[in-house]
């Protein structure tokens, strides 16, 4: 059973009502009978309302969406299998941490200059024997902050984990955005 309107929501409903045009002509929407199409707004709904002469401030452009979710299936599923092959490989493992961000920067600018679309990155995995709770290395656990404020951050479409065959959790994969114009497919 559906529930009847409040005296608010049936002057709501019918100023939507009056500002509609039907789709099917022959089609009318009805107000409810007694109720006025001209029955002004409750307090609480008139506040709403901008103040006449004013607009109101259009919405922000959506954030660019995050590393991650702008890869379609078949990507994850290639790179999940091991099926990619890097167009680069960059092996930050055995250096400091300042000269692991200096070299992926200047890789990063090489690969995207060049156009390559898959960077495996080696950081190494944590030594075995380490007993402290970090379950990476420093320079894995630094790489993540480094590309989102990266200068390049714009050029990555995703970063994933890479397969065993290429390093497992001792490597990643940075999936950069194809440069150039977009290919459309032929209709």
């Known amino acids: 059973m559906a529930r009847k309107l409040g005296t608010s929501e049936r002057a709501l409903w ?8 039907p789709l099917h002509r022959g089609r009318k929407l009805e107000a409810p009978a007694h109720e006025a199409l001209d029955a002004p707004l409750p307090q609480e709904l008139s506040e709403l309302r901008p103040a006449p002469g004013r607009r109101p401030q259009p919405r922000a452009a959506p954030a660019p969406a995050a590393p991650g979710a702008t890869l379609d299936g078949s990507w994850d599923r290639r790179l999940a299998r091991g099926a990619v092959q890097p167009d ?9 941490l300042a000269a692991a961000h ?9 690969a995207i200059a060049s ?5 495996l990155l080696v950081t190494g995995k ?6 402290r709770p970090a379950t990476r290395g420093a320079i894995r ?4 902050d480094w590309l989102a404020a990266s200068r390049h951050a714009p050029h990555i479409a995703a970063i994933r984990a890479a ?3 290429h390093g497992g959790a001792g490597a990643l994969y940075i999936i950069l955005r194809r440069s150039g114009p977009v290919r459309r497919p032929k209709s």
């Open 163 to 165: 397969h065993p065959r």
């Open 115 to 119: 156009g390559a679309r898959v960077l």
């Open 141 to 144: 656990a630094a790489v993540g």
């Open 126 to 131: 944590p030594p075995q024997g380490d007993r």
């Open 88 to 96: 680069r490989v960059v092996d930050l493992h055995g250096h400091s």
């Open 102 to 110: 200096a070299l992926l920067d200047s890789r990063l600018d090489e």
């Open 14 to 21: 019918a100023k939507v009502i009056a500002s509609v045009t």
